[in-house]
């Protein structure tokens, strides 16, 4: 489940829904360091960025990595801005 909905409903689920998410997190625990969203099937990646410029912690998603990788393993080692510090600096 992600966002505690069914997978079959993912596409129901909010844009706003990780940004939102996100920020409840860390307002409940400002100690914490890093934001992982493991799920690949519900829309994150708009909220990455925004979340680690506000609350300057690293934030990971499933989605991110699986891009990451797949680009590293074809041999593209292009830097990409926009999506969190995972694309932009690794």
Request: proline content about 6%; hydrophobic content about 50%.
């Amino acid at each position: 489940m992600g966002c505690g909905k069914l997978i079959k409903d993912f596409g129901r689920i909010p844009v706003t829904a990780a940004l939102d998410m996100g920020r409840a997190l860390m307002r409940a625990h400002p100690q914490a360091d890093a934001i992982f969203f493991p799920s690949p099937h519900w829309p994150v990646i708009e909220a990455i960025e925004m979340l680690e410029q506000e609350f300057d912690v690293t934030v990971m998603a499933a989605s991110q990595a699986c891009v990451w990788d797949a680009l590293r393993l074809v041999g593209v080692n292009d830097r990409i801005a926009g999506y969190g510090r995972l694309l932009r600096e690794f």
